[in-house]
Nanobody, 123 residues
Framework: QVRLVESGGGSVQAGGSLILSCTAYGDTNRICMAWFRQTPGNTREAVAAIDSDGTVARADSVKGRFTISRDGYENTVYLRMNNLKPEDTAMYYC??????????????????WGQGTQVTVSA
């Protein structure tokens, strides 16, 4: 079993920055961790993912603005979000699973999820 605890999020004006963090507890050896976001009435969208070797995948919509990183010792993943836009407003969820390296990290159906943290960007 894996438990994910998120922190960060909040409200910011457009152009601002926020950092989300997520710590994984339990059987986390070689686990891949990711961030998704969802707005009401829409499907959950993959934002970025990072595996235990540091290989990163990011959605095109956030490239150049969002950075995902990982503290392997603490099993914590960070999502630094710069130049935030109103369309980034969403509930952000941390996800984790043991994803085979040949699978697309942004398309994989993760089995472990955090409780979600709200990010609101005002114009």
């Amino acid at each position: 079993q894996v438990r994910l605890v998120e922190s960060g999020g909040g409200s910011v004006q457009a152009g601002g920055s926020l950092i989300l963090s997520c710590t994984a507890y339990g059987d986390t050896n070689r686990i891949c961790m990711a961030w998704f976001r969802q707005t009401p009435g829409n499907t959950r969208e993959a934002v970025a993912a990072i595996d235990s070797d540091g290989t990163v995948a990011r959605a095109d919509s956030v490239k150049g603005r969002f950075t995902i990183s990982r503290d392997g010792y603490e099993n914590t993943v960070y999502l630094r979000m710069n130049n935030l836009k109103p369309e980034d407003t969403a509930m952000y969820y941390c996800a984790a699973d043991f994803v085979p390296v040949w699978r697309d990290y942004l398309l994989y159906e993760y089995g472990y999820w955090g409780q979600g943290t709200q990010v609101t960007v005002s114009a």
